[in-house]
């Protein structure tokens, strides 16, 4: 750095240069500022460059106050005309300021903030607010809005431009970010590496760093800025997923289990004689398959389970997400898995989230491979210490073939003698770190299937799963007949209970799920408690109406539920707890409670916990659908039944980190980047990652140096988050 901007930067001896210049060195900052910088995390004038606005105002034509409309969004400029406060209910002060520009008037409105009045008197000149306008009583309002105070400097031709917004903390002032921003641009703009090659950024159409930077902090024109963002997206995405494809080549560098299934049932198999109990017949995996399964796979499950063998035979880990709508047969899938395993001479474990769908996959694989000789074990918290010993040591063993539990699996006193296959059912339930010690528990490398119900959206699959082979099922069994569902408003519910005894007096059964257990002066809503009395004590009193939820004893949820899995109970009032994997044929009608209060995945398990029989079965959505978004999601469940449209409309309104749940690498967290915005964009990053990794496998040309570094660092970053 020359001695004339050593002397604009403050004219005094730096303790660091270049980007590492610490902020309160930069002209229109020092040290005050830098404190209210820090709490922003900007320590340095590089963080400073990469603290991008949130949003743009554009003040090159702002609107007349008097032009306002009631619905938009806005920004308006004026000077404040009158400041009042009141009181409101429970005490809260409620401020109310008017600012006019001569062609009217609109009311900005907060709500216990009573420090704001001394603020605002002491405004000068006049004031910017951003806030979505509403009419009340012959004026507009906004509530809540955004604001600063017009500085002096902003009264030059500077002021009409799109102005950069940037994201701020209490005690930080706009004015202070954006000034120090411009500064850090002009003084240090120039000194930007730009990590992408030249023929990289010519090939997708990318500006240069230096360029983008400025541009995002003081855009020229929307096109200019969107340019910019565009650049920083497809960087961000390119480095994920050159992380996520080195991590895939990584794997498949490893040596793993190789499991010679197409030899089983030969005299080439070795010690074949041995895997077979006394009396079973040595059949290929295939002819044995077919015996066993109770029911004709279909095309789509044949296929994902031949793409499970091909892996399994390979020397490397498999590493698959197996994805498949509710019923469509991933639990199939698992078994024919599980008995290659078994048949080759290892032992296989299947870990789901809750005990009551691990009991219920522990009866149900006991109905396949008891028959054929496979031993299966069952491990869940609620087991008797003499119950939990036994199949402990059964695992330790080898006597267990298949163990299927929950997170007790992965205890530290829990061992396999030779695990090969780690099979982890509705994946999204359990973090990274569960998964890695299922994994562990197998003396060498075993074979990783990870398997969902809960459909998600392509670019959902890219971001968190990149670095995992996809299969998916993506046909249903023949004969399934798609669920009826209908939305019902509150007042509709005694309709709803006369068509629900039409099916029961028909001996089919029904579900009502609440989203609450109990009554809630917080939330109005139905809780399950209160409903199964309601419906055992009056609307059914003549049926045999049942109580499950998340607070009971395991005895006791094991008992509710084997009483209306065994036709002892006509109608099961419960909680979500049986939102996953719960199976009962003949159950045909569900009845969702305040659905508004549910996500659209969410409701969609729900609703596939009916229509697993021969009969026609019915979903019934009560909710009064008061906002846009519930109304859009009850809509979407009435349309369709189809789980990947449905998820994607759930990414389009939850956004992608509420709906992956846990944040399994933390590869949500994008500074820059939106799932549902830049899917496309996400694309070609991808695309483009692969290019770049075939033509350079290692990153280790010069030309792609500092994109290595860059991935270094992302990993680096990863290792360190823990996932609950």
């Given at each position: 750095m020359n001695q004339e901007t050593a002397s604009r930067a403050g004219g005094k001896p730096q303790r660091k240069t270049g980007l590492e210049t610490e902020v309160q060195w930069l002209k229109g900052v020092g040290p005050k500022h830098a404190v209210s910088l820090g709490k922003l995390?900007?320590?340095?004038?590089?963080?400073?460059?990469?603290?991008?606005?949130?949003?743009?105002?554009?003040?090159?034509?702002?609107?007349?106050?008097?032009?306002?409309?009631?619905?938009?969004?806005?920004?308006?400029?004026?000077?404040?005309?009158?400041?009042?406060?009141?009181?409101?209910?429970?005490?809260?002060?409620i401020l109310t300021v008017t600012v006019g520009d001569g062609t009217g008037h609109v009311r900005l409105i907060w709500f216990n903030q009573p420090w704001l009045r001394k603020t605002l008197e002491s405004v000068k000149g006049e004031v910017i607010a951003f806030g979505m306008v509403k009419e009340s009583r012959q004026i507009m309002e906004m509530s809540s809005p955004e604001w600063e105070a017009v500085e002096d400097d902003d009264?030059?031709?500077?002021?009409?431009?799109?102005?950069?917004?940037?994201?701020?903390?209490?005690?930080?002032?706009?004015?202070?970010?954006?000034?120090?921003?411009?500064?850090?641009v002009d003084y240090f703009g120039d000194q930007l590496k730009d990590?992408?090659?030249?023929?990289?950024?010519?090939?997708?159409?990318?500006?240069?760093?230096?360029?983008?930077?400025?541009?995002?902090?003081g855009p020229d024109g929307e096109k200019e800025q969107e340019q910019a963002r565009r650049r920083l997206v497809f960087e961000e995405f390119l480095f994920l997923q050159l992380s996520l494809q080195m991590r895939r080549a990584e794997v498949k560098q490893e040596i793993g289990t190789v499991f010679p299934i197409s030899k089983i049932g030969s005299d080439e198999m070795p010690d074949g004689g041995t895997l077979?109990?006394?009396?079973?017949?040595?059949?290929?995996?295939w002819e044995?398959?077919?015996?066993?399964?109770?029911?004709?796979?279909?095309?789509?499950?044949?296929?994902?389970?031949?793409?499970?063998?091909?892996?399994?035979?390979?020397?490397?880990?498999?590493?698959?997400?197996?994805?498949?709508?509710?019923?469509?047969?991933?639990t199939a899938v698992a078994a024919a898995a599980m008995l290659a395993a078994v048949r080759c001479g290892w032992q296989a474990a299947l870990m789901v989230p809750t005990e009551i769908l691990a009991e219920q996959h522990h009866v149900n694989f006991r109905e396949l491979f008891d028959p054929v000789g496979v031993r299966v074990g069952l491990l869940v918290g609620r087991m008797g210490a003499r119950a939990k010993k036994k199949a402990v040591d059964g695992a330790l063993s080898g006597e267990l073939q298949i163990v299927v539990g929950t997170h007790a699996l992965i205890q530290d006193k829990v061992e396999f003698a030779k695990m090969g296959l780690a099979i982890i059912d509705e994946q999204h339930r359990f973090g990274v770190m569960q998964r890695a010690a299922l994994r562990g528990k197998a003396r060498e490398n075993p074979d990783v299937l990870v398997m969902t119900a809960t459909p998600i959206p392509r670019t959902l699959t890219m971001t968190l799963y990149g670095d995992l082979d996809l299969s998916v099922i993506d046909e249903m069994p023949p004969g399934r007949k798609p669920i009826k569902t209908h939305w019902k408003l509150p007042h509709e519910r005694p309709q709803v209970y006369a068509s629900v005894r039409k099916l029961l007096d028909g001996k089919r059964q029904a579900y009502f799920v609440c989203p609450m257990i109990t009554e809630s002066i917080k939330m109005q809503t139905q809780a399950a408690v209160d409903l199964h009395y309601r419906l055992s004590?009056?609307?059914?009193?003549?049926?045999?109406?049942?109580?499950?939820?998340?607070?009971?004893?395991?005895?006791?949820?094991?008992?509710?539920?084997?009483?209306?899995?065994?036709?002892?109970?006509?109608?099961?009032?419960?909680?979500?707890?049986?939102?996953?994997?719960?199976?009962?044929?003949?159950?045909?009608?569900?009845?969702?409670?305040d659905a508004n209060r549910f996500g659209l995945s969410q409701l969609h398990q729900l609703r596939g916990r009916v229509g697993r029989g021969r009969y026609q079965s019915y979903c019934v959505l009560i909710a009064d659908g008061r906002t846009a978004d519930a109304q859009r999601r009850l809509e979407v469940l009435v349309q369709t039944t189809d789980g990947f449209l449905i998820a994607e409309e759930d990414l389009r309104i939850r956004g992608p980190g509420d709906m992956a749940g846990t944040r399994q690498h933390g590869e949500l967290d994008f500074r820059f980047g939106d799932l549902i915005r830049d899917g496309v964009l996400l694309e070609e990053a991808r695309s483009a990652a692969i290019a770049v990794l075939a033509d350079d496998p290692g990153l280790a040309s010069k030309k792609n140096a500092d994109i290595l570094n860059r991935v270094k660092q992302r990993r680096s970053e990863e290792s360190l988050i823990t996932v609950s």
């Open positions: 995390g900007i320590e340095t004038v590089g963080d400073l460059l990469f603290y991008m606005p949130r949003r743009y105002e554009d003040r090159r034509n702002l609107p007349p106050i008097g032009f306002l409309k009631p619905g938009q969004q806005a920004t308006i400029r004026g000077e404040i005309v009158d400041i009042r406060s009141r009181k409101g209910r429970g005490g809260k002060v009264d030059s031709e500077d002021f009409a431009r799109i102005t950069p917004v940037y994201p701020l903390t209490e005690g930080v002032q706009q004015w202070v970010v954006r000034r120090a921003a411009r500064s850090a990590p992408l090659p030249k023929e990289l950024r010519k090939s997708h159409d990318l500006p240069d760093l230096a360029w983008t930077v400025r541009q995002m902090h077979f109990a006394e009396g079973v017949e040595r059949l290929p995996i044995e398959l077919v015996k066993m399964l109770p029911f004709e796979m279909t095309d789509a499950q044949r296929r994902v389970t031949q793409e499970i063998f091909d892996d399994m035979e390979r020397p490397a880990p498999m590493n698959r997400l197996l994805q498949g709508d509710v019923g469509s047969g991933k004590e009056d609307v059914f009193k003549d049926f045999r109406v049942g109580l499950l939820h998340g607070q009971m004893k395991s005895a006791e949820k094991e008992e509710a539920m084997n009483r209306f899995r065994n036709a002892e109970l006509d109608v099961l009032v419960s909680t979500v707890v049986i939102e996953v994997g719960v199976d009962v044929p003949n159950a045909s009608v569900m009845v969702i409670e």
